[in-house]
């Protein structure tokens, strides 16, 4: 659905989301949002986060460690 048949269909898009249909929103015909029913967008979400987490974590384990001494909170704030 284009955004702005959603903004001009709100109402009719959010009493069908809550009856279980999900909308996938373009904009320019390219995916900005979806709306989905709040239990489904909570499990997409957790899934989502937990990815994202694992992704990063995986990605902080493979950075060196560099050691840059000792600082003040002033040094910390001077850039």
Known sequence: MQ???????FSR????VTEGRSYLV???GRPVAR???ADAGAAVVSEARAEARKRLLAR????????VGPWTR???HER
Request: proline share 7%; aromatic share 0%; charged share 30%.
């Open 35 to 37: 709306i989905v029913p």
């Open 60 to 67: 902080l384990a493979e950075q060196p460690v560099v050691d």
């Open 26 to 28: 373009t904009s320019h």
């Open 13 to 16: 898009v959010l009493r069908e």
């Open 74 to 76: 002033d040094e910390l």
């Open 3 to 9: 955004a702005a048949e959603a903004n001009r269909n």
